[in-house]
């Protein structure tokens, strides 16, 4: 006979996984931002009050000036969310030991944090694709200058919002097109092996403090029907300005608004009638906050 679940083992279980699978691309696209409230509102940052150039002078004895806003204030609701698996009385019998109904019960959270963690990411990556419409197309041959590029990129948006991109976001065959790329290897003079890695490339683009992330991730179409796996962010590549301090307030193109910091809390588990359902839940909204702030390739490799 099995024995009950461990409820507290079985949450910290799932937290440590929770801090592995977290949705690594999701938090790196759209920063976490903790609202402490399920409702609220943001600014606007579509308006142009951010760019005006007041008359700040103040004549002796005189007043300041009043700055001039056209700023609007956007109400976000939160979308709470919540996955569960079944685990069949029959099964946990059969594993016939309380070592058994453990791994049995880890094997299943185990799976359940996986699938949360791609629905966080997919549902990131919808929210954002919908906020800043289609992609423009590039073709990336063997001797396209992609690091010029990716800085014509930068500059149309510091151009147009003051702000210089500082992350780019590679799918796995952009980047390997980009790092294999001849006049990438080139800014490599002197090297018997040209090797550029992910964490120093961005010292190659128009703002050289750009932070920069390879999506490995995979997503497949539905159980019953035929398998079509496919890198989470098709053939996109994502330049785009965050604040180095994200908030509620601050003008990055993208947020993850969450009323806490970590998303999951762990694991719930209650009994049904012939077995145990394991449930896990969070509250979030993935948000275009400033949609000029960023752009996205579709790439095409030759």
């Not at 197309?137 to 992609?146: K, M, R």
């Given at each position: 006979?099995?024995?009950?679940?461990?409820?507290?083992?079985?949450?910290?279980?799932a937290?440590?996984?929770?801090?592995?699978?977290s949705?690594p691309?999701a938090?790196f696209?759209?920063p976490?931002?903790?609202?402490?409230?399920?409702e609220f509102s943001i600014?606007d940052?579509g308006?142009?009050s951010?760019?005006?150039?007041p008359d700040a002078?103040?004549?002796?004895?005189g007043?300041?000036s009043a700055?001039?806003?056209d700023?609007e204030?956007?109400?976000?609701?939160?979308?709470?969310y919540?996955?569960h698996?079944m685990?069949?009385n029959?099964e946990?019998?059969?594993?016939?030991?309380?070592e058994g109904?453990r791994i049995l019960r880890e094997?299943?959270?185990r799976?359940?944090?996986s699938q949360?963690?791609?629905s966080?990411l997919n549902?990131?990556?919808n929210?954002?694709?919908?906020?800043?419409?289609?992609p423009?197309g590039?073709?990336?041959?063997?001797?396209?200058d992609?690091?010029?590029a990716?800085?014509e990129?930068?500059?149309e948006?510091?151009d147009s919002?003051g702000?210089?991109?500082?992350?780019?976001?590679?799918n796995?065959?952009?980047?390997?097109?980009f790092?294999?790329?001849?006049?990438?290897?080139?800014?490599y003079?002197?090297s018997v092996t040209a090797?550029p890695?992910?964490?120093?490339?961005?010292?190659?683009f128009l703002?050289?403090?750009?932070?920069c992330?390879?999506s490995t991730s995979v997503f497949d179409?539905?159980?019953?029907?035929?398998s079509?796996?496919?890198?989470?962010?098709?053939?996109?590549?994502?330049?785009?300005?965050s604040?180095?301090?994200v908030d509620m307030?601050d003008?990055?193109?993208?947020k993850?608004f969450?009323?806490?910091n970590n998303p999951?809390?762990g694991?719930?588990v209650?009994q049904?009638d012939?077995?145990?359902k394991v449930?896990?839940?969070?509250?979030e909204?993935?948000?275009v906050?400033?949609?000029?702030?960023a752009?996205r390739i579709?790439?095409t490799?030759?």
């Amino acid at each position: 006979m099995a024995t009950s679940a461990n409820i507290s083992v079985l949450n910290q279980f799932a937290k440590g996984l929770f801090q592995d699978t977290s949705s690594p691309v999701a938090d790196f696209l759209a920063p976490v931002v903790p609202t402490g409230a399920a409702e609220f509102s943001i600014i606007d940052y579509g308006q142009r009050s951010g760019f005006q150039t007041p008359d700040a002078r103040r004549a002796i004895g005189g007043d300041s000036s009043a700055v001039v806003t056209d700023g609007e204030r956007i109400n976000v609701s939160l979308q709470p969310y919540a996955l569960h698996d079944m685990i069949d009385n029959h099964e946990l019998d059969r594993a016939t030991t309380g070592e058994g109904s453990r791994i049995l019960r880890e094997a299943r959270v185990r799976n359940l944090v996986s699938q949360a963690g791609n629905s966080r990411l997919n549902e990131t990556l919808n929210a954002l694709r919908t906020g800043l419409g289609s992609p423009g197309g590039q073709t990336w041959a063997t001797s396209t200058d992609v690091i010029s590029a990716i800085d014509e990129k930068m500059k149309e948006i510091a151009d147009s919002i003051g702000l210089l991109p500082n992350r780019v976001v590679f799918n796995l065959g952009a980047w390997e097109a980009f790092k294999n790329n001849s006049t990438v290897i080139d800014r490599y003079p002197g090297s018997v092996t040209a090797a550029p890695q992910i964490g120093g490339i961005g010292s190659l683009f128009l703002n050289p403090d750009t932070q920069c992330m390879v999506s490995t991730s995979v997503f497949d179409s539905k159980i019953r029907q035929a398998s079509a796996k496919a890198n989470a962010l098709t053939s996109d590549v994502w330049i785009y300005y965050s604040s180095d301090s994200v908030d509620m307030f601050d003008p990055s193109a993208f947020k993850t608004f969450r009323v806490r910091n970590n998303p999951f809390g762990g694991v719930r588990v209650v009994q049904k009638d012939f077995g145990e359902k394991v449930i896990t839940e969070w509250t979030e909204a993935a948000f275009v906050n400033n949609a000029a702030a960023a752009t996205r390739i579709a790439v095409t490799v030759s």
